[in-house]
Nanobody
Framework: QVQLVESGGGLVQPGGSLRLSCAAS????????MGWYSQAPGKERELVAT???????KYADSVKGRFTISRDNGKNTVYLQMNSLKPEDTAVYYC???????????????WGQGTQVTVSS
C-alpha cells in the first residue's frame, strides 16, 4: 500500500539543470532516510545522495557541488536538484525511502519506478 512515484526526468544539454521529485503515498506512519540512486546500462545501481528525516545530507563525490537533495516532510516528498549536468550523469534515477507503514513494527525500503535522465548535446 506504499508507493513512491518519481517525476522530473528528461533530456537536457550539458550544463543544464533538472529537478527530480519523488512522492511517497499510502499507509505511512513515518519516513526515515530518503535518497536517490542512479543506474546506467550495464552498471550497478549507485548512491547519489541521501537525506535523513532531520535534513542531514550525504553525496557521492561525483555530484558534490552540483546536486542538492532536499525533502518536504509534510508532502512526503524528496527532491534532487541537478545543476551543471554532465553527459556522465546520464542514467535512470531511482528514489529510495525507508518507510514504516501503519500497523507494522519496523520500516522497509521502498523504491520508485525510475526516471530517465539524459544529458546530451
Amino acid at each position: 500500500q506504499v508507493q513512491l512515484v518519481e517525476s522530473g526526468g528528461g533530456l537536457v544539454q550539458p550544463g543544464g539543470s533538472l529537478r527530480l521529485s519523488c512522492a511517497a503515498s499510502g499507509n505511512i506512519y513515518s519516513i526515515n532516510d530518503m535518497g536517490w540512486y542512479s543506474q546506467a546500462p550495464g552498471k550497478e545501481r549507485e548512491l547519489v545522495a541521501t537525506i535523513t528525516s532531520g535534513g542531514r545530507t550525504k553525496y557521492a563525490d561525483s555530484v558534490k557541488g552540483r546536486f542538492t537533495i532536499s525533502r518536504d516532510n509534510g508532502k512526503n516528498t524528496v527532491y534532487l536538484q541537478m545543476n551543471s549536468l554532465k553527459p556522465e550523469d546520464t542514467a535512470v534515477y531511482y528514489c529510495n525511502a525507508a518507510i514504516r507503514p501503519y500497523h507494522w513494527t519496523s520500516g522497509y525500503d521502498y523504491w520508485g519506478q525510475g526516471t530517465q535522465v539524459t544529458v546530451s548535446s
